[in-house]
């Protein structure tokens, strides 16, 4: 079958460097690429394993609630040191 496509910038790399190590024509390099394609697209990818790490937080995050209700009570400073309430007057 005869027809005109785009190559995407890697794929036309790839096919130029087959021509190049293995003496292929462009039809030939295309057509090996595809079957390399098709051979390679039945495996599947590792499975998702999520990893932990002690960053020395001592508090308990299982009730949300709980936590924001912490962090709520916590003051926040500025950069000069001024500690406001939410609504923006000076604590003192």
Partial sequence: MRTTITVAD????????????????????????????????????????HHTADVGVRIDVSNIGEVLDLLDDEPSGTADGDVRDRQGSSAG
Avoid: K
Avoid at 20 to 33: D, H, I, K, W
């Fill in 10 to 49: 890697d794929v036309a790399a790839e096919m130029d460097r087959l021509r190049r190590v293995e003496g292929l024509g462009p039809s030939e390099a295309l057509n090996l690429l595809a079957r390399r394609g098709m051979a390679g697209g039945t495996t599947r990818p590792a499975p998702y394993r």
